[in-house]
Nanobody
Framework: QVQLVESGGGLVQAGGSLRLSCAAS????????MGWYRQAPGKQRELVAR???????NYADSVKGRFTISRDNAKNTVYLQMNSLKPEDTAGYYC???????????????WGQGTQVTVSS
């Protein structure tokens, strides 16, 4: 099995910053793309940012220029630096990883439990 554990969420005022982390552990041969998604109450889960194993990134238009995704392949960890936060960024943030599992080399779509980000106006 593969586990993703997120940390770094919390309450921040508009204009502030937060840094989310997500560490993967378990039976991992290789992790391909990793990403962050978010879901606000009453809304569908949406992609925030994604990064390939080679470092190619893509972002939702709503966060471009404010959020930065990065990863440490040696630590199987992905980060999301969030600056200039807005109330509309309030949501549960979920980590995702495309994993090739150790041993079987089966593909596994791993999700974390989520971490809450609340931005007050």
């Amino acid at each position: 099995q593969v586990q993703l554990v997120e940390s770094g969420g919390g309450l921040v005022q508009a204009g502030g910053s937060l840094r989310l982390s997500c560490a993967a552990s378990g039976s991992i041969f290789r992790i391909n793309a990793m990403g962050w998604y978010r879901q606000a109450p009453g809304k569908q889960r949406e992609l925030v940012a994604r990064i390939t194993s080679g470092g190619v990134t893509n972002y939702a238009d709503s966060v471009k220029g404010r959020f930065t995704i990065s990863r440490d392949n040696a630590k199987n960890t992905v980060y999301l630096q969030m600056n200039s936060l807005k109330p509309e960024d309030t949501a549960g943030y979920y980590c995702n990883a495309d994993v090739l599992m150790g041993g079987s080399l089966r593909k596994y779509d791993a999700w974390g439990q989520g971490t809450q980000v609340t931005v007050s106006s």
